[in-house]
C-alpha cells in the first residue's frame, strides 16, 4: 500500500510540472520570467479549462500521498514528523481550494473570487514552508536519514528566502516575479517528489528512532 500512494506521491509533481510547460506553450503571449504560473489558470486564461485538468488531477494524487504518509509514518511515533504530515495534508488542501477561486487577471476588476485567490495564497505559503522544515526536524530523529533531513531544511530555507525575494520584486516592480515563483514554487515540487521516492524506496516500518520529542 505503501509503494501505491508514494507512486501518486512521485506523479502528483509531474502534473503540476506538465501543466506549467503546456500552458507555456499553448499561450504564445506568456511570459515565464515575468508572469506568476497562477496566470494560467486565471479566470480569463485562454486555457484554463484544459490545464485546470492537470492541478485538479496534482491536488488529487497529492492529497492521496499526504494522507497516506501520515497514516504510514504515525507509527514511527515521531510527534515533529506527525505535525510535519498534518501541515503538509493542509497544504494540499488549502491548494486544491485554488480551482475554485481562479486569480482576477492583471489589471482586471478584483472579484470575490480573485479575493479568495489571495487569501489562498497568504495561507499556503507557511505551510510550504514548514512542511519540509518540520519533516527535516523529524527525518533527523531517524538513523540514516541525516541527507533527507538536511535537505528537507535546506528546501524550506530556499522556499522562505524566494518567496521574500518574490515581494521584493513587486514592491520594487522588478519584473523578474515569474522566474523567482519557479525556484520557489519548483523547490516545493521536487522535494514533494524526493520525498515520495524515499517512501517508496525504503521500508520505514524498519527504521531505528534515536530518541523522540
Do not use: W
Given at each position: 500500500m505503501k509503494?501505491?500512494?508514494?507512486?501518486?506521491?512521485?506523479?502528483?509533481?509531474l502534473f503540476y510540472l506538465?501543466?506549467?510547460?503546456?500552458?507555456?506553450?499553448l499561450w504564445s503571449g506568456y511570459?515565464?520570467?515575468?508572469?506568476?504560473?497562477?496566470?494560467?489558470t486565471a479566470a480569463d486564461a485562454p486555457n484554463r479549462e484544459i490545464l485546470?485538468?492537470?492541478?485538479?488531477?496534482?491536488?488529487?494524487?497529492?492529497?492521496?500521498?499526504?494522507?497516506?504518509?501520515?497514516?504510514?509514518?504515525?507509527?514511527?511515533?515521531?510527534?515533529?514528523?506527525?505535525?510535519?504530515?498534518?501541515?503538509?495534508?493542509?497544504?494540499?488542501?488549502?491548494?486544491?481550494?485554488?480551482?475554485?477561486?481562479?486569480?482576477?487577471?492583471a489589471g482586471a476588476t478584483m472579484t470575490f473570487e480573485g479575493f479568495m485567490h489571495l487569501v489562498i495564497t497568504a495561507l499556503i505559503v507557511p505551510t510550504a514552508i514548514l512542511t519540509p522544515l518540520f519533516a527535516g526536524l523529524g527525518f533527523r530523529k531517524l538513523e540514516n536519514f541525516k541527507k533527507f533531513s538536511n535537505y528537507s531544511i535546506a528546501t524550506s530555507v530556499i522556499i522562505f528566502v524566494s518567496g521574500g525575494m518574490s515581494v521584493i520584486a513587486?514592491?520594487?516592480?522588478?519584473?523578474?516575479?515569474?522566474?523567482?515563483?519557479?525556484?520557489?514554487?519548483?523547490s516545493l515540487q521536487l522535494w514533494i517528489f524526493i520525498f515520495?521516492?524515499?517512501?517508496?524506496?525504503?521500508?520505514?516500518?524498519?527504521?531505528?528512532?534515536?530518541?523522540?520529542f
Open positions: 509503494k501505491i500512494y508514494s507512486i501518486f506521491g512521485m506523479i502528483s509533481p506538465i501543466h506549467v510547460i503546456i500552458g507555456s506553450m511570459n515565464n520570467i515575468t508572469q506568476p504560473i497562477s496566470d494560467l485546470s485538468i492537470f492541478t485538479n488531477m496534482y491536488g488529487i494524487c497529492g492529497l492521496i500521498f499526504s494522507i497516506g504518509s501520515f497514516n504510514y509514518l504515525k507509527k514511527l511515533k515521531v510527534k515533529i514528523i506527525n505535525v510535519s504530515m498534518i501541515i503538509f495534508i493542509a497544504m494540499v488542501l488549502i491548494g486544491v481550494s485554488y480551482g475554485f477561486f481562479p486569480e482576477d487577471m513587486i514592491a520594487n516592480k522588478i519584473s523578474i516575479f515569474g522566474a523567482i515563483e519557479r525556484i520557489n514554487i519548483g515520495a521516492l524515499i517512501m517508496f524506496t525504503n521500508h520505514m516500518d524498519k527504521i531505528t528512532v534515536r530518541d523522540n
